[in-house]
Structure formats: C-alpha cells, structure tokens
C-alpha cells in the first residue's frame, strides 16, 4: 500500500537511476511540470487521455517516486472552442533527487534549456521529448518539435546539437504566432527512426513515423 507522507529521513533514501535521469531530461524540455515545495521539488505527469497508455507507462517508471495511482479529470472548456477536455495525471513526492535537474531546467521566471544541454541530451531524452512535443507528418514525412515557448537562442542551440550529435539536418520555422518550432526534414528521419526505435516507447512509435 502505498504511503501519502514520507519522513525526511525516508525523502533521502529516494535515488534516480541513469536511465530515469535521462528520461527527465527529455520530459523536461517537453510537458512535465516541476514544483519547488519548501526545499525539495516534485514532478506533475499530464497527458490527454488519447495518451492515456503512455501515461500509464510514465507510471510505471516513476510510480514508486508517488503516493498515489492516476487519476482522470475533466478539464474546464477550451475558450477558443469551447469543447471540454479530460486528461490522466500523477504527482511525484517532493524529494531531493529531483533538485538538481529541477535547478538546471528552471529559473525564477520559468523554464528555460540549460547551457549544458549538449551534455545531457541522450537518444533516451530525445525520445521522450518527442513523445511529449513532437508530431510526424505523414504526408511530409517530417517529424516537428513544438519549441514555441522556448527563446530562438535556446531552440538554436538545441537545432545545433541534434545536426552535430545526430546528423538530423534539422531546421528552424518561425510560427504563425509567438515561437520557434524545430523541423527534422523527411532525408533524416531514417537516421531518427534508427537512433530512437529501441528507446521509444512502443505506443509512440508513430510519433517518428514507426
């Protein structure tokens, strides 16, 4: 059964593998939420619930970091459209090995891609990145990262370590609206499919064209 309260000496006892670090670190450039309560963080996992497998498969990785199992919400009605959507989440403990990727990723007026990407983006980040903020275009044959939030510095960096990491041949696209988006053109997405297939997620593989 699982426990709603921990004691501090019980948060210490909390580690990440390798593995799990580097998955943070795609999650991180993508959706995942991080909260600083007092002096540890916690994580906050949400998908829609078309996605609601791979939110489960989050939480078997992280499950034993939580307190409590997923839960499904409605959420308020969309302003634009004014339909209503419902989405599968769940919250880890507040815990000191989260603090560090927490800081890398964070700053007071928000999150923003560390100098040190270069470092910590691995085949395993890059794949769940895309699972949170990439798209493939079937008729393109391109995969898109919704960078928007992110500043053209930043997303230039980001562009420049997959060409000289991965030799993707990606660019950059302005948005419509505020934003940069990253484009991995349909000459590379082989060289993707082959550096990502034994990492991705089984249930996301077409985000990659799989």
């Not at 909390?14 to 670090?21: E, Q, R, V």
């Not at 895309?130 to 960096?157: A, P, Q, W, Y």
């Amino acid at each position: 059964m699982k426990k709603n309260y921990l004691t501090k000496a019980e948060r210490s006892q909390f580690s990440l593998s390798a593995d799990l670090k580097q998955i943070l670190v795609g999650l991180l450039l993508g959706d995942l939420y991080g909260e600083k309560r007092d002096v540890n963080v916690r994580f906050r996992f949400a998908q829609g619930t078309v996605h609601e497998e791979y939110l489960m498969h989050l939480y078997e990785l992280f499950g034993n970091y939580c307190g409590t199992a997923p839960k499904i919400v409605k959420l308020a009605p969309d302003k634009r459209t004014g339909k209503t959507y419902t989405n599968v989440w769940f919250r880890t403990f507040s815990l000191p090995c989260f603090n560090e990727l927490y800081h890398l990723f964070y700053t007071a007026e928000g999150k923003r891609v560390p100098l040190s990407i270069g470092e910590l983006l691995t085949p395993l980040s890059l794949a769940y990145w895309i699972c949170d903020d990439g798209s493939f275009c079937k008729t393109r044959s391109i995969v898109t990262l919704c960078t928007n939030s992110f500043t053209l510095e930043e997303v230039t960096l980001l562009a420049k370590i997959f060409n000289k990491n991965w030799d993707l041949k990606c660019y950059i696209n302005k948005t419509s609206d505020v934003g940069f988006i990253i484009i991995i053109p349909r000459k590379s997405i082989p060289i993707l499919q082959a550096l990502l297939k034994d990492v991705m997620p089984s249930m996301m593989g077409h985000k990659i064209g799989l």
